[in-house]
């Protein structure tokens, strides 16, 4: 186990902002927040990749930029990877005696669910492989918001998407979404995590273990979108706090295989609670979509319910 | 001048023992053939500690490009290399290496592109790249594969061009192909690339940067001109170093490679390992009183079109031979005609007759005979004053 990391109300209000405000991010979207709460609990001068997308977009319009670190954007599906060549850069410069040998700095990528869970799938999986010292950041906002809400593999099934439109035949997503976290943790990498950014001091503590990790890091961390997934854009920290209360979005994280459930509600209320407020899936309340919530609610018990297993299964290994 | 030392290597040894020598800071690159020996042997070189360089063995080939691409604005001296369905799958990236202005060079070992597959050579791979913001050299020999590797990475870095080089070599013909290839001392190379010293780099954390900005419609039109312009005049820069480069090996480093050109009746312009062929068959024919040339541009992009024209201009007439296809061009031209027709019409050369023959493609060998009957169709073309079929081809069945 990792030496206990504590996060307190002072590492959120720190004077050097790293993403400026006035950028270009809705008002309610989840991004710039949880942005904010990881390049805030870092404490080492760090380097950003970002993908195409939204928070690239909004932060980088020429001859604009909201960043006072640097940062870089390739494109869409190699966020990864370009940050692992500047990682390679920064090894490489060492060696030669560019860059002091003593230099410290965090190498960091964000992508949205669609950079991460499809076409950027196969560059962290390279990424990881490889090893490089980075972390691999999944802002999740569960659909291709960036161009007009379009499904991804992490949207959920019964999601009125564009591309999934709820229909008089077919009733939104017709998929569950890929386990992302767990392929991530299948790499064997030093630190996979899943968060919410209503938990800050759960978010910011996971973010100073993977930016302590020996290797690579993936922190998966929801991040709503008020116009994807309809609902009032002041509404966003509770219904992430929601996503955790009803097990949807759990809190956990894999350190070297061993799983740690960060958060078990007492009282774990209905998937249907999170999913009313969300206009997303207000097709599944007519009465014929019923069998669908049912099923939804299903699938997220069977999933939790094989997460505590896991825990329980690696922590017993490790006791 | 420094003297060269000579060795038996075939083409890609030859671009490996180059990037030993200039011992970049990071490589990323993945394997496919005929390029698998580049890479091979330089991750021999990281094995044995013999260069610096962190190699990074990517999963694909956009990975490597997206790799360099991350490096070199990391403020790393970057490299790479691959062949055909690689570049392919790169060309995304090319297009931001370039516009991004990082100086990255790729030996690109030249492969024919699928479907059908094939190995062997062709120029398909990198004339599909041509538009892409990359300078794009052609070697003949091995060891022109390994002078103009030295020459892109000094070109490719120079503060007034600071843009990425394919230097491009004819797959197996050359890439396997053994030869004699002479190697400078490896501290003339290192003192000839020099040390590489970016102004910015994402590394520079106390002076943090913005790399790969979104442009609106209000500026990207303008980065784009800005782009074009630099390209249009690096001639200059390319022929100094060239040059210097020349000097330093004391062997010919020009632009435009001419044989017999000063007073030929009727020229070949070829690329890459066949104007050797040509060039042999020349050297007959003109030992037979005939008065033909054959002209191989080392430098496709930019493109040097003032001087080609100039090397032409008073032939009676030329043929243009491409080892690629402009799909759904003019008669399906290939990419190395379309650029010298054009050419000579801005520059007003409208009378000098010239047709375009496809050779060699998927790696179908191309002989003296065959190049002959090129030769023999010009003198009819002249002759006669009709030219013909505009585009012909040289070795294909049926």
């Known amino acids: ?319 | 001048m420094v003297a060269s030392q000579f060795m038996p290597l075939d083409g890609a040894n030859a671009v490996s023992q180059a990037m030993r020598q200039i011992n970049p800071d990071v490589v990323a690159a993945y394997p496919i053939t005929p390029q698998t020996a580049v890479v091979q042997n330089f991750s021999q070189y990281v094995a044995d500690g013999i260069v610096d360089t962190e190699f990074v063995p990517v999963e694909s080939e956009h990975a490597a490009m997206s790799a360099c691409v991350g490096a070199s604005a990391a403020g790393a001296r970057v490299m790479t290399a691959t062949s055909a369905n690689g570049l392919a799958l790169m060309w995304e990236v090319l297009y931001i290496a370039s516009g991004l202005r990082l100086p990255i060079v790729m030996t690109v070992v030249n492969r024919a592109l699928s479907s059908p597959l094939n190995i062997h050579c062709d120029h398909s791979d990198s004339m599909g790249a041509r538009d892409s913001g990359w300078l794009q050299f052609y070697a003949e020999s091995g060891q022109e594969a390994y002078d103009n590797t030295i020459k892109s990475l000094r070109i490719a870095e120079s503060k007034d061009l600071l843009l990425p080089v394919m230097s491009c070599q004819d797959g197996f013909i050359t890439g396997h192909g053994v030869e004699r290839v002479g190697l400078l001392p490896d501290e003339a190379v290192r003192e000839f690339v020099g040390s590489y010293e970016p102004e910015l780099s994402l590394l520079d954390t106390d002076n943090p940067i913005t790399v790969g900005a979104w442009d609106f419609t209000d500026h990207y039109f303008e980065h784009k001109r800005q782009q074009t312009e630099v390209m249009n005049a690096s001639m200059a820069l390319i022929e100094s170093v060239c040059q210097e480069y020349e000097q330093l090996s004391e062997r010919p480093q020009p632009i435009l490679d001419c044989y017999g050109m000063d007073d030929a009746e009727y020229a070949i312009i070829v690329l890459s390992s066949t104007a050797g062929t040509t060039r042999s068959l020349v050297r007959e024919m003109r030992a037979e009183g005939k008065k033909v040339g054959v002209l191989k541009p080392r430098l496709f992009r930019p493109f040097p079109a003032t001087q080609i024209v100039d090397c032409i201009k008073n032939c009676k007439a030329v043929a243009v031979m491409d080892r690629a296809i402009s799909f759904g061009a003019h008669k399906g031209m290939g990419p190395l005609f379309t650029d010298i027709t054009s050419a000579l019409y801005v520059a007003g050369e409208c009378d000098l007759p010239v047709v375009n023959y496809i050779y060699g493609l998927g790696g179908r060998d191309t002989t003296p005979p065959m190049i002959a009957t090129v030769f023999e169709d010009l003198e009819k073309v002249a002759a006669t004053g009709d030219r013909g079929d505009l585009v012909r081809y040289v070795g294909l069945r049926g």
């Not at chain 1, 950003?48 to 960043?67: D, H, I, K, M």
């Not at chain 1, 099934?157 to 979404?177: E, L």
């Open chain 1, 1 to 319: 186990m990792a030496e206990r990391i504590r996060v307190n109300l002072r590492d959120v209000i720190k004077p050097d902002e790293r993403l400026a405000p006035g950028h270009r991010l809705c008002a309610g979207c989840g991004e710039p927040t949880v942005v904010r709460q990881i390049l805030h609990a870092i404490e080492t001068p760090v380097v950003l990749s970002t993908a195409t997308g939204c928070l690239e977009v909004s932060t980088s319009v020429y001859p604009f930029t909201s960043w006072n670190v640097p940062w870089i954007h390739n494109a869409f599906e190699n966020a990864s990877t370009t940050i692992t060549g500047a990682e390679a850069a920064f090894k490489a410069l060492k060696r030669t005696g560019k860059i002091p040998e003593d230099k410290e700095i965090t190498f960091i990528a964000f992508g949205g669910d669609g950079a991460s869970y499809d076409i950027g799938l196969q560059f962290i999986s390279g990424a990881l492989e490889r090893g490089h010292k980075f972390i691999y950041v999944c802002l999740n906002n569960e659909a291709y918001m960036n161009t007009g809400i379009q499904r991804s593999s992490a949207t959920p099934k019964g999601a009125d998407t564009t591309t999934t439109p709820a229909g008089s035949v077919i009733p939104g997503k017709p998929q569950w979404r890929k386990p992302f976290t767990r392929i991530m943790a299948a790499h064997d990498i030093p630190y996979v995590a899943q968060a919410s950014p209503h938990n800050f001091r759960d978010l910011m503590r996971k973010a100073k273990k993977a930016a302590a990790a020996d290797g690579p890091a993936v922190l998966n961390v929801m991040a709503p979108c008020p116009r994807g997934w309809r609902h009032s854009s002041d509404q966003t920290m509770a219904i992430t706090e929601l996503a955790t209360d009803t097990c949807y979005w759990p809190l956990y994280e894999v350190e070297d295989g061993v799983v740690t459930v960060n958060y078990k509600p007492r009282d774990k209320k209905p998937v249907a609670d999170w999913l009313r407020l969300q206009g997303r899936f207000r097709h599944l309340f007519r009465p014929a979509n019923a069998w669908l919530v049912e099923e939804i609610q299903e699938r997220v018990d069977s999933e939790w319910e094989r997460l505590l297993r896991e825990e329980e299964c690696t922590q017993g290994k490790h006791a």
